[in-house]
C-alpha cells in the first residue's frame, strides 16, 4: 500500500466519521443528561432530507442545514414530550421517531419531487462544497507531508470541520461550564440537582435539543456535503453506529473521536476492498460492516473495560423525598 | 379546606424575630393518611432543636414542607420571623434552610468540590466557582472540623465523609438553619461523635440546627430543646435539661391503650431455630450482620426489637433465602445452605420455613396479581407442574379469604384494591395455612387499621399455640411487648440484649434500641 | 398507580384512541402532501379487504406480525424489551434454508415441522447472547439486541453472497430454491372454493400462526413458567421472595421471545419466497413492537393488532399503486404513530382519561361507603371484634 493509497482511505474514513462524530455527540448531550435516544439514526435521517429539499429549493446549502436542523429538533421535541413531560418510555419513543423520519421523508419526498423518495441531485451552491485550506496547492509538492496536508487535511466541507471542532467545544462545555455541570449531574443523580434548586425538566429538553442541533448538521452533512441529495434511508443505521460509538467511547468526547475515526475507517476499508487479507486469513467485507456493533456488544458485556452509562439514564424523573 | 394565612377575620400575630422557624397549624394529608394535623413549632435562633418520634409520625413530612418538597394543606411557615413562602428547594435555599436528607443527594461519580457548587455556581464559567468553593471550603474546614479533601469523588469516600459533604453544601448556600434527617443512621458511634462535635460548633456561630432523629441518646447528648411528634401530631416540646430518656419514651411512645393479646404462658418446646454466628455484607461493603445468634423454640414468639436499619431486615432476608450470609443456621437440626446454589426461597419453603416479609407491596404480594394468584405466590409449584390449577387456585383463595375474614371476599379483585389490613391478611393466610415449622414475621401490622391488627395478632398466637416457633421483626414496641415470649433487641448488626416482656418496660427496651448497653440503663 | 381505569378502558379504548390518534394525524399528512384523506382511506381499506386477492396479502403479513408480535411481547411480560427481531427472524429464514437445502423432506407437512423446528431454534439462538449478557452482566437488552440486529444483517449478506449463492442464479445474492416437495400449499391449493387467487402468498403457516397465539396464550396465563415470567416483569424484588430466579427467568423469556421471532420464516421463506433471499423480514420484526404494544401483550390483542398492520401494509400496497403521489411508507408513518401513542405517550391519553374516571367515581361516591372496589374504603370498620 504506498502513501497515496493510505491518504486516499484516512481522508475517506474523515469523510465517514464526519456524520458518525456528530450524531454521537448528539447523544452524548442527551444520555449526559439522563435521555436515552435510539432515535439519532431518526433524527438524521429527516434533518437529511429536508436538508436536501430546502437546499434544491432554494439553491442554498446554508438554508438547507438550517432546514435541516429544524427538522431535527422537531422530532428531537417530540423525544423531550414523550420522555420528560409525558415521562414516556425513552426506548419506545426513540423507535417510534426512527419509523417516523424513515416513513415521512419518503412520502414527503415522493410528492414533492415524485423520484421514488429522492430529491433531485444538488449541484452548484445547494451542496457544501470542499475547503481549500491556506497553500494546500502550494505545499502538496513537500514530501509526505505535502499530500498530507493537501489530501488528507485540507479540502474538506466545512461541515467537516465543523465537526471536528464540535468535539473541545462539547469537552469544554461539559467540564468547563455551569451549564455542564448541571447536565453531567442530572444524568446521574437528578435528585441532587432538583434538591439544589435547578429545575430538572428544564435541564433535560435543553440536552435534548441540543441533541436535536447536533443530530440536524450530521444529517445536512449527509446529503449536502457528503452526498449530492437525498436518497431514501440514507442515514443506512449511522445512527445506530453513532449510538455503539457513544458506548465505545464511555460517554466522553475525545473519546467520541476516536471511536467514530475507527469506526469511520472501517467503513472506509469495507468500502474500498471486497475482502482483506491479514495474515493469510480472507477476512470479508460485511465482517469489517458489523465490526463496529461487535465490539460495542462486547464493551457492553463489561470483558474488555466496562462502560458504566450515566446512572439515572432511561429513567423518568419523579420527585420524591 | 382554608389557608389559615390569608383568612381574614383576622391577621396573624407578628412573628419572634428571636425564632429562626415559627410552624403555625402546619396540616398535611396524603388521601386517606394525616401525615400531619395542626403541628405548631417554635425555633430558636443559635439551638439544637430535636424532633423526636417513632418511624411514621410525621418528621420527615414536616421537614419536606419546610424544604418545599410537598406543599402543606394549610398552615404557615415563619423564618426570622417572618411570614415566608416555600414552593420549591430554591425558596427554602433563599431563606436560609439546609437540608441534609437521610438518603444523601450527592453525585456520585463527581468530587466533593463539584457537588458543593453544583447548583450554586456563581456565573456561567466553573473555574471560578471551584476556586471560591475551595477556598471557602478550607476555612470552613478549619472553623467547624469538617476536613474534606476536595478533589476526591464521592463514591470513594465513606458515608461519613459524604454527610460531611451535604453540611457542606448547606454552609456554602450560606445556610442559617440546618436540617438534619436521622443522619446518624449511616454512620459508625465515633462518626456520630465527630458530627456531634461539627453541631455544636455550627451552633456556637450561631447556626440554628434541627435533628431529626428516634434514637433518644442523641436527643440527650446534642440538643437543647426537643419536640416530640406521634402519629402525625406535635406532643410536648421540653427543654433537655429538664426531661429524661425515659420521660422522652414515654411520650414518643403515647399511652396508648396498650394492645392486649390474650394468651396463654408459653410452652416452649424443641427448638427449631438455631442461628450461629451469622455475618452479613452488603453489595456497598457495609456490614450489616455482625454475628448474630440466637435459638427459637417450637411454641414460642422471639420479637426482635429495634430502630429501622439496624440489621433485622437482613436477618429476615437471610433467613427467607435471598441474602448471602456466612455463619450457621439450622431448622430442626437440618444445616442450610446460606451461600451456594441451594440457598433460594424456594429451598427455604420446602424446609418448613414461611416468610410474612417486612414490605408486603413491594415483596409479598405481586399488586397486580388478582388474590387468588397471590396466594399461590412463593408456593406456585404446589399448583401444579406444567400447568397451573388455576380452579384449585381459586378454591384455596376462597376459602382463605373467609377464614381470615378478607374483605371484600372476592378473589378476583387485583392485590392493589384491597386495603393494607386485607393484603396482609391475605399474605398471612398463603404463609400461615402452610402448616410451616417457622414463621419469620417482619412488620405484621404496618399499615395496618385497628381492627385487622387485632386479627393478624390472636393469629400470630395461634399458630404459637399450636407449637410453631415464630421469629417476629417489629419496630412497634407496643407489638413486640404484647407477642413475643422473649425479646431481643438489635442495633447496628448485633443483638444488645434478651429481656423477657414480664421483667423489662418500655423505657429498658428504648435504652437497648439506642445502642446504650444494658449495665447503663 | 394506574388503578383509577376500569379494565375495558385500559385494554381497549386507550389503544383505539392511541390508533385514531395516529390514523387522524396521518390522514393530516396526506391532506398536507395535496391528496383526499377519505379517498386515500377508502382505497386503502378495499385494497386491503375488499378482495380475496387483497385478504391474501393481508392475512399473509398478518402471519408474519402475529409471529414477530408474540415474539416481542412475551419478552414484555417479563419486561424485558426486544428490539432484535428482526435480526432473530433473519437468523429463523437461515434455520429454515439449511434445513429445507440439506434435508430431503419427503412431503411438505414434514417440512414444515423440520422448518419450525429450525426457526425457532435460530431465532432462539440468535436471542440467547443479548439475553446471557442481560441475565448475567446487566448489559442492556436494548442496545445489544439492535447490534444483533446489524450483526445478523451482515452475517446474512455474508452468507447469501459467499456460501450459499448458488452458481448461476443471476447474481441477486440467495440460495437456491427450496425442493417442490417442501413447497407449503396456499390457500389456493387449500380452500380453492373461497376464491382465492391462484398465486396468493396465504399459505398453511397461517394456522401456525393461530397455533402461535393459543401456545403464548396458555404459556403466558396457564403455565407455572407463564406465572413466573409476569410475576418477574411485574416486580424483581417480588419474584426473588418468592424463589423465582431472574436469570433463569431473562433467559427462558428471551429464548421463546426470539424463538417466535424466528418462526416468521416459516412465513416468509418457506411459505411465501421457497428460498432465501437477502431481507427476508422486510421490517416485520419492528412491526412486531407496534404490535405487541397496540394488543397489550395479549395473544388476542396482538392477533387483532397483525390483522390491523397487515391490512395497512397491503392496502398501502394498493394505495401507491392508485394514488402515485402516496407512498407505500405512509405505513411507515401510521406505524411510528401507533408506537408512539400507544409505547411512549399512553400518560397523554391515560391520565386526562383517569382524571375523568376518578371524578366520575367520586361524585357517585359518598352515599354508598362500602363499594367493592374500593381500596380507599376501610372495610375494617365492620370487623366483628
Redesign the interface.
Known sequence: MDLTTIIQILDSSLRLATPLLLACLAGLFSERAGIFDIGLEGKMLAAAFFSAGAAFATGNAWIGLLAGIGASMVLAAIHGVASITFRGNQLISGVAINFLAAGITVVIGEAWFGLGGRTPALAGDARFGNIDLPFARALSDVPVLGPIYADLISGHSILVYLALATVPVTWWVLFRTRFGLRLRAVGENPAAVDTAGVSVVGLRYAAVMICGLLCGIAGAHLATALGAGFVKDMSAGRGFIALAALIFAKWRPWYALGACLLFGLLEALGNRYQNIDIGGFDVPTQFMQALPYILTVVILAGFVGRAIPPRAGGEPYVKER | MTVASSGPSHTPPPGDPGLAIELRGISKAFGPVQANKDIDLAVRRGTIHGIIGENGAGKSTLMSILYGFYKADRGTVLIGGRETEIPDSQAAIDAGIGMVFQHFKLVENFTVLENVVLGAEDGAMLKPSLAKARRLLTELAHEYELDVDPDAVIEDIGVGLQQRVEILKALYREADILILDEPTGVLTPAEADHLFRILKGLRDQGKTIILITHKLREIMEITDTVSVMRRGEMTATVKTAETSPEELAELMVGRKVLLRVDKAPARPKDVILEVRDLHVTDAQGVHRLKGVSFDIRAGEVLGIAGVAGNGQSELLEVLGGYEKATGRVRVKGHEIDLTGSASDAQTRRARGIAHVPEDRQREGLIMDYRAWENVAFGYQKDFGGTLMDHAAMKRDCAGKMERFDVRPPDPTLAAKSFSGGNQQKIVLAREIERNPDLLLIGQPTRGVDIGAIEFIHQQIVALRDQGKAILLVSVELDEIMALSDRIAVMFDGRIMGERLPSETDQGELGLLMAGMAGEAA | MT?GLPKWVDIAVIPLINVLLALILSAL?VWM???DPVRAMTILVNGAVGSAYGWGYTLFYATNFVFTGLGVAVAFHARL?N?GGEGQAALGGLGVALAMLYVPWPHWSLALVGATVAAALFGAAWAA?PAY?QAK????I???T???N??AA??M??LLS?VLLVPGAGGSPETARFAEATHLPNAFALFPWMGWSRSTPLNVSFFLALLACVGVW?LIW????G??I??FG??E??A????I?PVRITMIAMLISGGLCGLMATNAVLGEAERLVIDPVQGAG?VG?AVA?MGRSHPFGVFLAALLFGALYQGGGELQFEM????R?????????V??FT??????VR?PLEKVFVSARRRPAPPEPTS??G?????????E?
Open positions: 388503578d399528512v402532501i395535496g391528496e424489551f428490539i447472547i449478557l452482566r446487566g448489559s442492556h436494548v442496545i445489544t439492535i447490534m444483533f446489524f450483526i451482515a452475517l449478506v455474508y459467499r396458555v396457564r403455565t407455572r413458567l406465572y413466573e409476569r410475576a411485574h416486580s424484588p417480588a426473588i421472595y418468592a424463589g430466579s419492528f413492537i404494544l402515485p403521489s402516496v407512498s411508507e405512509l405505513i411507515l408513518v401510521i406505524q411510528a404513530l408506537i408512539l409505547g411512549a405517550l399512553d400518560n397523554m391520565m367493592p372496589k381500596a380507599d374504603n376501610d372495610p375494617i370498620a365492620k370487623v371484634p
